[in-house]
């Protein structure tokens, strides 16, 4: 059962998706957001051109941090690992952002996913509920409370990712 | 060092726009050369309204080192660049 209605995520969201689509053009992405479903969808590339679609789910946002993970390029199915960039070897950030983990055998792990959360079969239980995602008190790891925020880190990720998790298919 | 008329020379400063993922509009800085550029990405983080992080400066999907001064990392008068962290993941 959601914890928030549709209508104060899609009130709360105008604002942020209005500097995620800002974000977008100025670094020519292609972002497109569904208000309807509350999801989004990002084009993304990796190094030599490889296509790479991040797809973020809104549902009880901010009260709860989205969903975020890849998705197969072309049909948008979630595929576990293939759909994945892998962190680049050696990693130029401290630890990578997407690691072996979680019920789908890989997750986008930082505070703003969801599914980095052991609520959601992640592997943090150390972070409490998915409530705390917005304080996850001083660290070096990345931190995001925007949409925006959110993409750009992950869209770094990607760009200078070692390749992609597995083969796609 | 003092010139020529016993004057300390001017620091040479840059203009830089800097655009914020959750902004929709940027900011300009005028920021000295020999500034690093984490340093200068930090000023523009607090300005933004960011909590303290990792954040740097980017010319699209491109980071600079932190640890370098803004004119070692190529930055010149009139450059637009990107705010992002580079924190690691958990």
């Not at chain 1, 689509?21 to 990796?46: F, I, K, M, N, P």
């Not at chain 1, 990578?96 to 979680?102: A, H, Q, R, V």
């Not at chain 1, 409370?145 to 959110?150: E, G, P, R």
Request: proline residues 8%; glycine residues 10%; contains cysteine.
């Amino acid at each position: 059962m959601a914890l928030l209605p549709a209508t104060q995520v899609r009130t709360r969201l105008k604002e942020e998706i209005d500097a995620a689509e800002a974000w977008a053009a100025r670094l020519d992405y292609e972002l497109t957001y569904d208000e309807q479903s509350l999801s989004l969808r990002l084009a993304l590339s990796g190094p030599g051109g490889d296509p790479y679609l991040l797809g973020g789910i809104f549902e009880d946002y901010p009260t709860l941090p989205p969903i975020w993970r890849f998705l197969h390029p072309e049909s948008g199915e979630a595929i576990g690992r293939a759909a994945f960039p892998a962190p680049a070897d050696p990693y130029p950030r401290g630890s990578p952002l997407i690691i072996d983990s979680g019920r789908e055998g890989v997750v986008i792990c930082a505070h703003f996913n969801r599914l980095a959360f052991a609520e959601e079969e992640g592997p943090h239980g150390d972070w409490g509920p998915l409530v705390n995602w917005q304080n996850p008190g001083a660290s070096p790891y990345t931190y995001a409370n925007t949409v925006a925020d959110m993409l750009a880190r992950i869209a770094l990720e990607t760009a200078d990712s070692g390749g992609r998790k597995a083969a796609l298919l | 060092m003092n010139d020529e008329h016993g004057k300390k020379p001017k620091e040479k400063k840059i203009e830089v726009t800097v655009f914020a993922p959750r902004a929709t509009e940027p900011k300009k800085f005028n920021w000295a050369a020999k500034l690093t550029v984490g340093a200068a990405a930090a000023e523009a983080a607090e300005a933004f309204g960011y909590a303290p992080g990792q954040p740097t400066l980017a010319r699209g999907e491109h980071t600079l080192d932190r640890e370098e001064t803004l004119h070692a990392a190529g930055v010149k008068d009139g450059d637009k660049l990107e705010l992002v962290d580079i924190g690691g993941g958990v």
